[in-house]
């Protein structure tokens, strides 16, 4: 496998205690300002192992969306800094990125025609055609029952066509999901469902997750990690259990109020 970490970077994985596998995600000194000079993002990095759930919180205007925007190249981050199993991103494919690294956005955009013929499609641009089978077991995994298939997409809700674009992302195999608010638009049931079906992507198939979301208690369900992102800033990395005691004050107030 190609590696194209500096020898600094390389001393610095080397110095992560006990772990046994290289990140599938690397962030290193990612910075963004926007044309007026504002900071977007600053001085980011950090590691996101195979099958690991990276939840990530923080004010509106923090810079959320716009560092999951960059791990899949929607904004074409500066070379150098993000590496997906230790490849410098920019160097490679973008639509073989994309597909390797989906996402799935808070307001859900479907192409016309059927539930099914949106599922099939990202395998059908590589010359797969999917088995009936296949497409039912990506709709149960998106808690889409099978009903659902032969189903126009025009007239779905939004919840239901937001389960339809995971559907059509898992259906590309990919091996990182950047999920930006994923679960807003769905009701508590399908908002577990799809919650349970996604770790269980994470636990059997390896699966990496990095999530945005404002609910705290979704981040403590899901994440096995939490970055507290203030004005383009990890203020601080916490676990799950560690988030109520965060001390750094941005962090604290943002808590506080939620
Ligand atoms: N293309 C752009 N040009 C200029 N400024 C931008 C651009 N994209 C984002 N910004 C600014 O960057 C900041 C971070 O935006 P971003 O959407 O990443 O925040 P966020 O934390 O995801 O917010 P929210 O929780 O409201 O979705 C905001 O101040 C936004 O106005």
Known sequence: MAHDYTEQDKDHLLNIPSTKS???LSVRRLSRRADTGDTILSNLSFDVFP???VGIIGPSGSGKSTLLRALNRLWEPPAQTIFLDGQDV???DVIALRR???MLFQTPCLFEGTVSDNVRYGPKLRGKTLEDG?????LQQADLDSSFADKPVHGLSVGQSQRVALAR?????PEVLLLDEPTSSLDPVSTQNI???LLKLCKDKSLTLVLVSHSINQVQRMADVVFLLVNGQIVEIVTPGELENASHPLARQFLDAS
Do not use: I, Q
Not at 134 to 138: I, K, N
Not at 169 to 173: E, G, P, S, V
């Open 22 to 24: 290289y990140p599938k």
């Open 51 to 53: 099958g690991a759930v």
């Open 90 to 92: 920019t160097k490679l």
């Open 100 to 102: 390797r690294v989906g």
């Open 134 to 138: 296949e497409v039912l077991a990506l």
């Open 169 to 173: 992302t898992l259906a590309n195999r």
């Open 195 to 197: 919650e349970a079906s």
